[in-house]
């Protein structure tokens, strides 16, 4: 009720003392300090013309306020979404699409079953099912036999892959079933058929 008396009980056609548009347009959006604000507040209180500016642009600065909220809102909400999307689908992600990356392109070449014991161990998890192994430098293009084994020297693993050559390295693209075997210490074995092993140090993780 006192709101609409303001409205319509104090008029003042003739905007004696009234601020500027811009002072009522800061104490709306709070943008002024009380202090400063303080001086005008009886006038607000005592002419409808000014009351009735003040009264509009305070509704459309919590307008635009509520439309900020909300908008920050909708975006955290999104940015959660998509979060709990991806880690879904890295949840949801086949075993057998992962791939790791094994690099013996600088580490030296142990021939036989014992690897340098100078080197730490390359490290893969059991649950990677694709290896990628970039070769030593100068390797040759062509098939290449890999296996997992033993330090004994019994092979776990063994298949048979062409190498690729992708302008700078030459990489082998090899299925590796590793799940059902202990983690432990194995040897990486690789040679050109009819050559002799390669071997390199391997941490099952």
């Given at each position: 009720?006192?709101?609409?008396?303001?409205?319509?009980?104090?008029?003042?056609?003739?905007?004696?003392?009234?601020?500027?548009?811009?002072?009522?347009?800061?104490?709306a959006s709070h943008e002024m300090p009380l202090s400063?604000?303080?001086?005008?507040?009886?006038?607000?209180?005592?002419?409808?013309?000014?009351y009735n500016d003040f009264?509009?642009?305070?509704?459309?600065?919590?307008?635009?306020?509520?439309?900020?909220?909300?908008?920050?809102?909708?975006?955290?909400?999104?940015?959660?979404?998509?979060?709990?999307?991806?880690?879904?689908?890295?949840?949801?992600?086949?075993l057998?699409?992962?791939?790791?990356?094994?690099?013996?392109?600088?580490?030296?070449?142990?021939?036989?079953?014992?690897?340098?014991?100078?080197?730490?161990?390359l490290e893969l998890s059991h649950n990677i099912s694709n290896v990628t192994i970039l070769l030593p430098l100068g390797s040759s293009e062509g098939s290449y036999e890999v296996r997992i084994a033993a330090l004994s020297g019994e092979p776990f693993v063994t298949t048979t892959v062409a190498s690729k050559w992708s302008g700078h390295v030459t990489s082998l693209q090899v299925a590796l079933p590793l799940k059902s075997a202990r983690r432990g210490k194995y040897l990486l074995q690789i040679r050109r058929p009819?050559?002799?092993?390669?071997?390199?140090?391997?941490?099952l993780r």
């Amino acid at each position: 009720m006192l709101g609409r008396g303001l409205l319509k009980d104090f008029p003042n056609p003739e905007r004696i003392g009234c601020p500027r548009a811009e002072v009522l347009k800061k104490i709306a959006s709070h943008e002024m300090p009380l202090s400063e604000a303080e001086k005008w507040l009886d006038h607000l209180g005592s002419c409808s013309p000014c009351y009735n500016d003040f009264s509009r642009l305070q509704a459309n600065y919590q307008r635009r306020r509520t439309r900020s909220i909300l908008a920050v809102a909708a975006s955290i909400l999104i940015v959660a979404c998509l979060a709990g999307w991806a880690l879904f689908l890295r949840q949801k992600e086949p075993l057998g699409t992962q791939t790791a990356v094994l690099d013996v392109r600088n580490r030296s070449i142990a021939r036989g079953v014992e690897p340098n014991p100078d080197e730490r161990p390359l490290e893969l998890s059991h649950n990677i099912s694709n290896v990628t192994i970039l070769l030593p430098l100068g390797s040759s293009e062509g098939s290449y036999e890999v296996r997992i084994a033993a330090l004994s020297g019994e092979p776990f693993v063994t298949t048979t892959v062409a190498s690729k050559w992708s302008g700078h390295v030459t990489s082998l693209q090899v299925a590796l079933p590793l799940k059902s075997a202990r983690r432990g210490k194995y040897l990486l074995q690789i040679r050109r058929p009819g050559s002799e092993w390669a071997s390199y140090a391997l941490l099952l993780r």
